[in-house]
């Protein structure tokens, strides 16, 4: 069952890049054209850094400090990871909301951004401390991987 809804987070993400809407969750809308993007792995524009507005990096900049807040916990409780991933996808919510970027930049943000979709998503429903520690190393280290694969216009 988390498969499925999963897809549909993705999907709808995807969808509300493109909108200029004020909802602020992401929640049931269709499958579209984006989807199949997500399948690659991201990689540098011919060697160079895809180009991202202001406004993406600012919103990547709060994400890295969601995560630099978090890393200073000792030993963090399950439900802490659990804030952790509703922190995030209020971020990635804003980040949403607010992206106008269009054409083969935005399909690499998306490459870039499906992975950090999926670990907030499993840390808002993580059981397991151990389990937890591992998505959120996953979901810091594609957030420090951004500033490689991308730089402001």
Request: aromatic share 10%; net charge neutral; proline share 3%.
């Amino acid at each position: 069952m988390k498969k499925p809804i999963y897809l549909v987070i993705v999907c709808v993400v995807f969808f509300a890049c493109n909108q200029s809407s004020n909802k602020t969750e992401v929640k049931d809308h269709g499958i579209d054209e984006h989807a199949a993007i997500t399948d690659m792995e991201l990689s540098l524009n011919n060697g160079n850094k895809w180009k991202a507005d202001l406004i993406t990096n600012n919103n990547v900049a709060g994400l890295k400090t969601i995560i630099d807040k978090f890393k200073i916990k000792t030993l963090p409780s399950v439900t802490d990871y659990q804030f952790l991933g509703t922190d995030l996808n209020s971020g990635l919510n804003k980040m949403i909301q607010e992206c106008r970027m269009k054409g083969p930049d935005h399909d690499a943000l998306h490459k870039w951004l499906e992975p950090v979709l999926k670990g907030s998503y499993q840390l808002k429903t993580i059981s397991d401390t151990a389990v937890a520690r591992k998505f959120f190393n996953s979901i810091d280290e594609r957030i420090n991987a951004y500033y490689n694969y991308f730089e402001e216009i």
